[in-house]
Nanobody
Framework: QVQLVESGGDSVQAGGSLRLSCVAS???????????MAWFRQAPGKPREGVAT???????TYANSVTGRFAISQEIAANTLYLQMNNLRSEDTAMYHC?????????????????????WGPGTQVTVSS
């Protein structure tokens, strides 16, 4: 069974950068299949938002609000998913979660429903002050 643990969240000033990591344990079998991995975020009082996705072919998608500032990547040998966040804004403040699912239907993009992902991490907090 896959388990995900995020890290790298912190409090930073606007304009700063952070790199989030998501380590997947028990995921060896997953990388031999088609999969979709994502970063979501949720701010207090707001709905969960898809931020970025990457699939087993390495194709990436981004929410409009982060395009050009965030970059999703993966290091399969280390079972790790990353989210590089640059030029952070106060509106990026949220709890960030990674998620993964076997990809056998639907799109792997930021419009994919969070409920369609099989496994979630507990999250890491990002706070950006202006």
């Amino acid at each position: 069974q896959v388990q995900l643990v995020e890290s790298g969240g912190d409090s930073v000033q606007a304009g700063g950068s952070l790199r989030l990591s998501c380590v997947a344990s028990g995921a060896g079998y997953l990388y031999r299949t088609s999969y979709c991995m994502a970063w979501f975020r949720q701010a207090p009082g707001k709905p969960r938002e898809g931020v970025a996705t990457i699939n087993s072919a390495g194709t990436t998608t981004y929410a409009n609000s982060v395009t050009g500032r965030f970059a999703i990547s993966q290091e399969i040998a280390a079972n790790t998913l990353y989210l590089q966040m640059n030029n952070l804004r106060s509106e990026d403040t949220a709890m960030y979660h990674c998620a993964v699912t076997r990809w056998d239907s639907g799109n792997c993009d930021t419009g994919r429903a969070w409920s369609s992902y099989a496994t979630w991490g507990p999250g890491t907090q990002v706070t950006v002050s202006s």
